[in-house]
């Protein structure tokens, strides 16, 4: 990203309510990767915040390299949106989690190449939704602020609201391949498993039945034998399931060693008679193929017979049956092609025609199980598809959208380059607005590693517990743009001060390796907070943060590298989570992500934010309004003990169900063991939710102390 020309001025950034208290503010910058957003990156003279005795906080130390939170998306595309993935297969949007390899593209010399990439988060949210159309037939529905890869750079879907910003007109063309309008609506019908087998089977397998003299007396027996041997696994497994769901068992075994030229290979195989009479069945050639017979005909013999060597892709036999099957199968699906001259051993090959979006096209249609023959990872993103942008449709609707976070900030998307998504963010501490200027503020600290390695020098310092995430969450997604985490956690380490995280966001897979080797030498504790399990409603309260489901990886995959993860199931949220029914399906996810600590507790209301939350809640539930304020009465912040009371009864029981061990935010006591710390941080700090003025419900609190650099501001905030 380039930032030239991008600052602002620091006497205008100045001119911004609070912004003089920031006297250490080097630039602010607004870049079109956060749309929306200003970064005021600053110099800070402190990195370690001391919380003040007289604080009700239950740790003593914090590092909040962030002022604001970015965990909301801005960026993105319908939820069916098709991802290409590494492995050469694809995926809808919203079935990608942090974790997956997708296809990526980066600059390589004169040419940008398809690359492979790590997916790091998925966000959803809801937008405005526009359909843009390409001349091949591919169709594209995102929000306006998403951005697609042309020949002349990024664009975004339409013009901004006010200033300027390069966005898509008709005649742009679009980098990649597209879709040809293909859409996959792929099910693995029993024609479509049948059509594979045969495929398969007929090109690759090995069927035998001989009738033998018995050795003692008159008469015949019949032997029979199958085999079906393959070097790459996920075909035989495919067969062996699609037999298997045919009423066919075989067993397995390896059927030839490796060697320094040959890969292991393995079969399927089965003597028993009546499963080989049920194969030959299974493999008859149908009177009329099946649409879906014929995709999956296409599947089984490219496993079998296929190849895609420099683009080319080839289905080679030798038996003229197999070919004119093949042949007719791909005329049945639109697929152009040509047969070339027959070899002096008789072999001939079906030479698919049309390059890269035809054989993207054949892969989607047929869903191949050997996807690596179909790699583009390597090639230069150059195509002669007809990608010119004919049409940019407002639906006049808003809708649910995803949008994914990679390594390479980009990714594929039904066959073209597109931008990863980043976001939003800041806070009321600095005299701005809790709605609109927390969503556009963000305060960033671009020092803060090298002054907390000086601070954790000192002599003076007791190497007393860190706690990270009490104000802002130190992985929200302009995290991934600034990588500040990393310095704090290498600097925490070389010190060996033990230390905990606090997080909503899956960025934090990113420096998984990191905290595994901090955890060598100082003690790491690591917890998710995950308020809402309900998909629906996590999207009107969190908006723009990552899912439950997402977060629940991220939590699997800290407890894989060997954390005791603490999940926050707060706060609970009276009416809307607290039945038992939503605890028990909250707390049997949490337990099946690998988690071994629960913290429940109730919602706060803090002033400030409390009437953006009664606001929301009379717009999208107003019969609970009245008891809400029987519950919250005036500047009441907290629910009633009663309450409390109440829900801890109904909390423990399930949390014994679950083999869990919990407890309530205010059971936590000030000191103890690091191991606990990152629990009893968020006694004093569960997000308080408000409605945005766009009437969105976000997350935000009221700081409590004045002035700036008060570690009782930072410390008294939780603003994620």
């Known amino acids: 990203m380039r930032w030239q020309g991008q600052e602002l001025g620091v006497a205008d950034a100045a001119a911004l309510p609070g912004m003089e208290q920031l006297n250490g503010l080097v630039r602010s910058v607004?870049?079109?990767?956060?749309?929306?957003?200003?970064?005021?990156?600053?110099?800070?003279?402190?990195?370690?915040?001391?919380?003040?005795?007289?604080?009700?906080?239950?740790?003593d130390w914090t590092v909040n390299p962030y002022r604001g939170c970015s965990h909301a998306c801005v960026y993105c595309v319908h939820p069916d949106t098709r991802v290409l993935m590494a492995d050469g297969r694809s995926k809808r949007i919203a079935d990608v989690r942090a974790g997956d390899e997708v296809v990526g593209t980066r600059r390589d010399g004169s040419y940008r190449r398809y690359v492979r990439a790590t997916v790091s988060a998925q966000w959803s949210?809801?937008?405005?939704?526009?359909?843009?159309?390409?001349?091949?037939?591919?169709?594209?529905?995102?929000?306006?602020?998403?951005?697609?890869?042309?020949?002349?750079?990024?664009?975004?879907?339409?013009?901004?609201?006010?200033?300027q910003r390069p966005y898509l007109t008709t005649n742009n063309k679009l980098l990649g391949f597209g879709t040809g309008g293909f859409a996959s609506t792929l099910v693995e019908s029993d024609d479509y498993r049948r059509g594979y087998l045969v495929g398969m089977i007929r090109g690759d397998a090995s069927m035998l039945r001989r009738e033998y003299p018995r050795s003692k007396g008159d008469g015949t027996y019949v032997a029979y034998r199958f085999r079906l041997a393959l070097a790459d696994s996920g075909a035989l497994e495919r067969s062996q399931d699609f037999l298997e769901r045919f009423g066919v068992s075989t067993n397995r075994r390896r059927f030839t060693a490796a060697t320094d030229?040959?890969?292991?290979?393995?079969?399927?195989?089965?003597?028993?008679?009546?499963?080989?009479?049920?194969?030959?069945?299974?493999?008859?050639?149908?009177?009329?193929?099946?649409?879906?017979?014929?995709?999956?005909?296409?599947?089984?013999?490219?496993?079998?017979?296929?190849?895609?060597?420099?683009?080319?892709?080839?289905?080679?036999?030798?038996?003229?049956?197999?070919?004119?099957?093949?042949?007719?199968?791909?005329?049945?699906?639109?697929?152009?092609?040509?047969?070339?001259?027959?070899?002096?051993?008789?072999?001939?090959?079906?030479?698919?025609?049309?390059?890269?979006?035809?054989?993207?096209?054949?892969?989607?249609?047929?869903?191949?199980?050997?996807?690596?023959?179909?790699?583009?990872?390597?090639?230069?993103?150059?195509?002669?598809?007809?990608?010119?942008?004919?049409?940019?449709?407002?639906?006049?609707?808003?809708?649910?959208?995803?949008?994914?976070?990679?390594?390479?900030?980009?990714?594929?998307?039904?066959?073209?380059?597109?931008?990863?998504?980043?976001?939003?963010?800041?806070?009321?501490?600095l005299e701005l607005d809790a709605g609109r200027d927390f969503d556009t503020q963000v305060v960033v600290k671009v020092n803060?590693?090298?002054?907390?390695?000086?601070?954790?020098?000192?002599?003076?310092?007791?190497?007393?517990?860190?706690?990270?995430?009490?104000?802002?969450?130190?992985?929200?997604?302009?995290?991934?743009?600034?990588?500040?985490?990393?310095?704090?956690?290498?600097?925490?380490?070389?010190?060996?001060?033990?230390?905990?995280?606090?997080?909503?966001?899956?960025?934090?897979?990113?420096?998984?390796?990191?905290?595994?080797?901090?955890?060598?030498?100082?003690?790491?504790?690591?917890?998710?907070?995950?308020?809402?399990?309900?998909?629906?409603?996590?999207?009107?309260?969190?908006?723009?943060?990552?899912?439950?489901?997402?977060?629940l990886e991220t939590v699997r995959a800290a407890t894989e590298a060997g954390f005791r993860v603490t999940v926050f199931l707060m706060p609970i949220i009276p009416h809307l989570t607290d039945s038992i029914a939503a605890i028990d399906h909250a707390l049997t996810r949490i337990r099946a992500a690998g988690a071994v600590r629960v913290v429940y507790g109730a919602l706060h209301l803090r002033p400030g934010a409390k009437q953006w939350f009664l606001q929301w809640l009379a717009e999208r539930h107003p019969e609970l309004v009245s008891s809400y304020r029987g519950l919250y009465p005036g500047a009441t912040a907290t629910a009633p003990k009663a309450y409390r009371s109440w829900l801890a009864k109904r909390v423990r029981p399930l949390l014994r169900v679950h083999g869990l061990d919990g407890r309530a935010e205010d059971e936590n006591v000030r000191g103890g063991p690091v191991a606990g710390l990152a629990a009893r941080a968020d006694a004093r700090a569960a997000p308080s939710i408000i409605v945005t003025s766009r009437g969105r419900a976000a997350t935000a609190s009221r700081a409590t102390a004045r002035g700036a650099g008060s570690a009782a501001a930072e410390a008294s905030t939780r603003l994620f």
Request: glycine letters at 8%; charged letters at 25%; one cysteine or more.
């Open 125 to 163: 949210t809801r937008k405005r939704a526009y359909r843009v159309t390409l001349a091949d037939g591919t169709e594209l529905i995102a929000s306006a602020d998403h951005r697609f890869l042309t020949e002349r750079g990024w664009k975004y879907v339409r013009p901004a609201e006010s200033g």
């Open 30 to 59: 607004t870049t079109p990767e956060f749309a929306g957003v200003t970064f005021h990156e600053v110099l800070c003279k402190s990195a370690l915040n001391h919380v003040p005795s007289a604080s009700a906080m239950p740790f």
């Open 261 to 429: 030229r040959r890969r292991e290979m393995n079969a399927i195989f089965t003597s028993r008679g009546a499963d080989c009479e049920s194969i030959t069945a299974l493999v008859e050639w149908p009177s009329l193929p099946s649409s879906e017979w014929s995709r999956g005909f296409l599947a089984g013999i490219f496993d079998a017979e296929g190849s895609c060597s420099r683009g080319i892709l080839r289905i080679t036999y030798g038996d003229e049956t197999m070919l004119a099957t093949t042949a007719a199968a791909l005329t049945a699906h639109g697929f152009r092609y040509v047969r070339e001259p027959a070899r002096p051993n008789g072999v001939s090959s079906i030479r698919l025609l049309g390059g890269l979006p035809a054989r993207r096209r054949f892969s989607d249609l047929t869903q191949p199980a050997i996807s690596r023959k179909l790699s583009l990872i390597g090639d230069a993103v150059k195509s002669d598809a007809p990608l010119r942008v004919i049409s940019i449709e407002d639906l006049g609707e808003t809708i649910d959208m995803v949008d994914i976070t990679t390594s390479t900030g980009d990714f594929i998307a039904n066959g073209v380059v597109s931008h990863n998504c980043f976001a939003r963010g800041t806070h009321e501490y």
């Open 448 to 551: 803060v590693a090298e002054v907390l390695g000086k601070e954790l020098r000192r002599g003076s310092w007791q190497h007393e517990p860190v706690m990270l995430g009490t104000n802002t969450d130190p992985y929200q997604r302009a995290e991934g743009r600034y990588k500040l985490m990393p310095g704090i956690v290498s600097a925490l380490t070389e010190s060996g001060t033990p230390f905990s995280i606090l997080t909503k966001g899956t960025l934090l897979r990113r420096d998984l390796p990191l905290l595994t080797a901090a955890a060598q030498d100082v003690h790491v504790s690591i917890a998710m907070s995950i308020a809402v399990f309900d998909d629906e409603l996590q999207h009107l309260i969190e908006p723009g943060t990552p899912n439950a489901t997402a977060r």
